[in-house]
């Protein structure tokens, strides 16, 4: 089955740490450029990182930059957020997303998502 | 950075009807602009690439047109499972950017 399941998300306090995961199966995973994307509670979609399909190529929102690290696992068809110095504003459901082809820059499978909450 | 807006924000729309969202590019995006549909609890979901291109399993009455800085995404004979929010997204180039959103609701 083609799918995508993100992992990882909690409650952390401003300034802390954590690390998402996403697992796919069903198809090449190394085939494909992987993205998280976020959701705030009542706002709408942000696009966050995007990592290529060796991982040499590395894109991040400015929101995030300097602060998020995306990186991959191609033998363990994996996708990692590693999410330091949060922030209240960082609160939010993260999804790993693929496109329909390698590197296209649209999102054709989502994960369900994964919620993160930053609070004292 | 490629700003992307949407109107309207929100519409009340009933069933049968015929809907049209519009999605501005701050610069020209060519038709490297893509439509989704966001219903609470689930994952968002790809209903047309390349501004006018529907995706497989897409219902006809969803279509989509436009290029440069200004596109449409209209829905005909607007069915019940068709109540969600909707957002555009350019994938011209980084950062990728969505639309605020437009929340289509039952009149």
């Known amino acids: 089955q083609v799918q995508l399941v993100e992992s990882g998300g909690g409650l952390v306090k401003p300034g802390g740490a954590l690390r998402l995961s996403c697992a796919a199966s069903g198809f090449t995973f190394s085939d494909y450029y992987m993205n998280w994307i976020r959701q705030a509670p009542g706002k709408g979609l942000e696009w966050v990182s995007c990592?290529?399909?060796?991982?040499?190529?590395?894109y991040y929102a400015d929101s995030v930059k300097g602060r998020f690290t995306i990186s991959r696992d191609n033998a363990k068809n994996s996708l990692y957020l590693q999410m330091n110095s949060l922030r209240a504003e960082d609160t939010a459901v993260y999804y790993c997303?693929?496109?329909?082809?390698?590197?296209?820059?649209?999102?054709?499978?989502w994960g369900q998502g994964t919620l993160v909450t930053v609070s004292s | 950075d490629i700003q992307m807006t949407q109107s309207p924000s929100s519409l009340s729309a009933s069933i049968g009807d015929r809907v049209t969202i519009t999605c501005r590019a701050s610069?020209?995006?060519?038709?490297?602009l893509n439509w989704y549909q966001h219903i609470p609890g689930k994952a968002p979901k790809l209903l047309i690439h390349?501004?006018?291109s529907l995706e497989s399993g897409v219902p006809s009455r969803f279509s989509g047109s436009g290029s440069g800085t200004e596109f449409t995404l209209t829905i005909s004979n607007l069915q019940p499972e068709d109540f969600a929010t909707y957002y555009c997204?350019?994938?011209?180039?980084?950062?990728?950017?969505f639309g605020g959103g437009t929340k289509v609701e039952i009149k």
């Open positions: 390349a501004a006018s």
């Open positions: 990592i290529s399909s060796s991982g040499n190529l590395i």
């Open positions: 997204q350019q994938s011209y180039s980084t950062p990728l950017t």
């Open positions: 610069q020209s995006s060519s038709t490297y």
């Open positions: 997303a693929r496109p329909p082809a390698g590197y296209s820059k649209h999102f054709q499978l």
